[in-house]
């Protein structure tokens, strides 16, 4: 079953550059507006979503609970909002191998956060030196994809 979590993972990051490609040509479509392309892409997201709670028949009535949610419980919708809108601001400027090395080397350095701290609820995980040095591996990634070609040839 881990290797499942593993390639949906994998199969996440994958998509992560085709929607930032898709959401900067449905941003050209409608005339340059960034944010009406990330409402539009939540949109069909929410119907997606929707029909998916619909196939596999989520209980709706644990949404009766929403009341007693707290607005940081809700901040994930604004979270996600953010990275629809920043990835289809940003990767026409940028490149998406830019934007998307520098979102992971800051999912990597924050999330090591979380594990150390168990931030928010998340189990304890200790960082040692080796995933130090991923993270390190990760950030010379970083300047690799966005200087490599600087770099003198030699």
Do not use: E
Request: aromatic share 8%; net charge positive.
């Amino acid at each position: 079953m881990q290797l499942m979590y593993f390639l949906l993972a994998t199969a996440i990051g994958l998509v992560v550059p085709l929607q930032a490609a898709i959401n900067n040509h449905l941003r050209l479509l409608i005339g340059g507006s960034t944010v009406l392309a990330a409402l539009l892409s939540f949109g069909v997201g929410t119907i997606a979503l929707t029909i998916a709670a619909l196939v596999t028949g989520q209980r709706w009535a644990g949404l009766a609970n929403l009341s007693q949610a707290s607005a940081w419980q809700l901040g994930g919708g604004i979270l996600g909002a953010f990275f629809v809108f920043g990835s289809t601001l940003i990767a026409p400027r940028i490149g998406v191998a830019a934007m998307i090395s520098l979102i992971i080397a800051g999912q990597v350095c924050a999330s090591l956060l979380f594990d150390r701290f168990g931030i928010l609820g998340m189990p304890l995980r200790a960082i040692g030196g080796w995933r130090l040095l991923g993270a390190l591996l990760v950030i010379v990634g970083v300047a690799l994809v966005n200087f490599g070609d600087k770099l003198p040839r030699g």
